[in-house]
């Protein structure tokens, strides 16, 4: 296991009785993909949403990349511009152009010169393919567009890890590949990753780990060919057997 980059250990989370997170323990090292899984209502959004708190926890600690996560304050924001967080809806500010999405945190965040963010910007929309796009405003791309710039804005941060949670399933089929093809560059580029995703082909061509929650516990983790031919608990074989046969 490389150097330890987001450590979780033992994270309780409730939301009024019921238990979302039972004494997580997870540690996510540099430059490993991890993928969440399981069924819907396990966790896995609460999981990958209290890594930034955006969802406070109640008991446990979470530190990233040494730094244990503060409850608030400049320090929480600090830590929070090093990781970079992509949803299910892609969160884009309608009134600015895709150019000035993608240059807003480093600027206001990062203290960037406006040429030196719009050099930055231009690189990464390259690099998701839109960068043609520049001009125009969210409304004016399709969703799957829209997703990529939500990554690239997340990558003009230089964030220490990356957080998808369900990024492609508010999706039209033929959209899903174009996002998850920039997700594949990133992993391969060597950026830490934790994704919460339903797609299992993505999931075995760039996880090092499947990490599968049932009911806010991690059931069983093992890297994805283990992981998806040798299933070793039951829970897990019967969500893989629902899913995969389709």
């Given at each position: 296991?490389?150097?330890?980059?987001?450590?979780?250990?033992?994270?309780?989370?409730?939301?009024?009785?019921?238990?979302?997170?039972?004494?997580?323990?997870?540690?996510?090292?540099?430059?490993?993909?991890?993928?969440?899984?399981?069924?819907s209502?396990?966790?896995?959004?609460?999981?990958?949403?209290?890594?930034?708190?955006?969802?406070?926890?109640?008991?446990?600690?979470?530190?990233?990349?040494?730094?244990?996560?503060?409850?608030?304050?400049?320090?929480?924001?600090?830590?929070?511009?090093?990781?970079?967080?992509?949803?299910?809806?892609?969160?884009?500010?309608?009134?600015?152009?895709?150019?000035?999405?993608?240059?807003?945190?480093?600027?206001?965040?990062?203290?960037?010169?406006k040429?030196?963010?719009?050099?930055?910007?231009?690189?990464?929309?390259?690099?998701?393919?839109?960068?043609?796009?520049?001009?125009?405003?969210?409304?004016?791309?399709?969703g799957?567009?829209?997703?990529?710039?939500?990554?690239?804005?997340?990558?003009?941060?230089?964030?220490?890890?990356?957080?998808?949670?369900?990024?492609?399933?508010?999706?039209?089929?033929?959209?899903?590949?174009?996002?998850?093809?920039?997700?594949?560059?990133?992993?391969?580029?060597?950026?830490?990753?934790?994704?919460?995703?339903?797609?299992?082909?993505?999931?075995?061509?760039?996880?090092?780990r499947?990490?599968?929650?049932?009911?806010?516990?991690?059931?069983?983790?093992?890297?994805?060919?283990?992981?998806f031919?040798?299933?070793?608990?039951?829970?897990?074989?019967?969500?893989?057997?629902?899913?995969?046969?389709?």
């Amino acid at each position: 296991m490389s150097e330890p980059l987001v450590v979780m250990d033992g994270v309780n989370k409730h939301f009024g009785d019921l238990h979302v997170l039972k004494d997580i323990d997870l540690t996510v090292g540099k430059g490993e993909v991890v993928i969440l899984i399981g069924p819907s209502g396990s966790g896995k959004s609460t999981l990958c949403r209290t890594i930034n708190r955006l969802e406070n926890f109640e008991s446990g600690s979470i530190t990233i990349d040494g730094v244990e996560l503060p409850e608030e304050g400049k320090e929480l924001a600090a830590l929070r511009a090093d990781v970079g967080m992509v949803f299910q809806s892609f969160n884009l500010f309608a009134h600015k152009t895709i150019l000035q999405n993608v240059t807003l945190g480093p600027i206001k965040v990062r203290k960037m010169g406006k040429a030196d963010a719009e050099k930055k910007a231009m690189d990464l929309l390259e690099r998701v393919g839109i960068a043609h796009q520049a001009q125009k405003y969210p409304a004016q791309l399709s969703g799957g567009q829209q997703q990529r710039v939500a990554i690239a804005r997340s990558l003009a941060m230089d964030p220490k890890v990356m957080l998808f949670d369900e990024p492609t399933s508010a999706l039209d089929p033929e959209m899903i590949n174009e996002v998850l093809d920039v997700m594949v560059e990133l992993a391969h580029s060597g950026m830490t990753m934790i994704v919460v995703t339903h797609e299992m082909g993505f999931a075995r061509k760039v996880a090092n780990r499947v990490v599968f929650l049932s009911d806010g516990e991690i059931v069983e983790q093992a890297p994805p060919d283990e992981f998806f031919t040798n299933p070793t608990t039951d829970r897990c074989k019967e969500f893989l057997s629902k899913i995969l046969t389709h």
